[in-house]
């Protein structure tokens, strides 16, 4: 059975930063890509950022561009995104995700599988 773990969420002030980490099981997720989403009260699910496989081709949401970095470590089924400079609009629960695909997609219908979701809220 395929699990996807996020953990690293919680409370931060604005400016500050937090690392989220998910990691997979089940199954060897190596060869497809995973991503990032996150959806806050009363509004969609949004793209937040997404990995290839090899982890050489990155894609960001503009809102988070040069803030957040996507990174994924194979050996240990886990990719991560760092949160830098956070804002009080980054507050959502984030999900990660993982495409049955090497390359990478920024709309939530072309991934696969799906995390439990970690909260993560940027105060002013």
């Known amino acids: 059975q395929v699990q996807l773990v996020e953990s690293g969420g919680g409370l931060v002030q604005a400016g500050g930063s937090l690392r989220l980490s998910c990691a997979a099981s089940g199954r060897t997720f190596n060869n497809y890509a995973m991503g990032w989403f ?9 793209f937040v950022a997404t990995v290839s496989w090899s982890g050489g081709s990155t894609y960001y949401a503009d809102s988070v561009k040069g803030r957040f970095t996507i990174s994924r470590d194979n050996a ?5 995104l760092q949160m830098n400079s956070l804002k009080p609009e980054d507050t959502a629960v984030y999900y990660c995700a993982v495409r049955r695909s090497r390359n990478v997609a920024a709309t939530a219908n072309e991934y696969d599988y799906w995390g439990q979701g970690t909260q993560v809220t940027v105060s002013s």
């Open 76 to 80: 240990k089924n886990t990719v991560y």
């Open 38 to 46: 996150r959806q806050a009260p009363g509004k969609e699910r949004e």
